[in-house]
């Protein structure tokens, strides 16, 4: 059973910037995808940032050239990681809960492919950390 554990959101002035990390472990699959998705209220949740286990990268247009995602694998230890989110220029729209999301190597190509990041395509979602650009 896969546990992700969201930490570092925070309340910032526009044009500031935060880092989200998210603790993931329990997986034993050594291919995987795991991403960042935002949840404004009364908005759908939409995906921000994704990465494969081997480090290829999707973003949305939105946060293009702000926004970095980033793993960090655990030493010695296939089923810990560290996903982190690099935000930086954030702007009022940014304002949202964030989740980090798991699921299976078969959704980078899917997202790759139709341009888009669904929710559906991840199977485990950590409790959110929220995130408000003022």
């Known amino acids: 059973h896969v546990q992700l554990v969201e930490s570092g959101g925070d309340s910032v002035q526009a044009g500031g910037s935060l880092r989200l990390s998210c603790a993931a472990s329990?997986?034993?699959?050594?291919?995987?995808?795991m991403g960042w998705f935002r949840q404004a209220p009364g908005k759908e949740r939409e995906g921000v940032a994704v990465?494969?286990?081997?480090?290829?990268?999707?973003?949305?247009?939105?946060v293009k050239g702000r926004f970095t995602i980033s793993k960090l694998n655990a030493l010695n230890n296939n089923s810990k990681a560290t996903l982190y989110l690099q935000m930086n220029i954030l702007e009022a729209d940014d304002t949202a809960m964030y989740y980090c999301?798991?699921?299976?190597?078969?959704?980078?190509?899917?997202?790759?492919?139709?341009?888009?990041?669904?929710?559906?395509?991840?199977?485990?979602w950590g409790q959110g950390t929220q995130v408000t650009v003022s």
């Open positions: 999301a798991w699921g299976p190597s078969s959704a980078m190509p899917a997202i790759q492919a139709r341009g888009i990041m669904s929710p559906a395509y991840f199977a485990f």
């Open positions: 990465i494969s286990a081997g480090g290829a990268t999707s973003y949305a247009d939105s």
């Open positions: 329990g997986y034993t699959v050594s291919r995987y995808c």
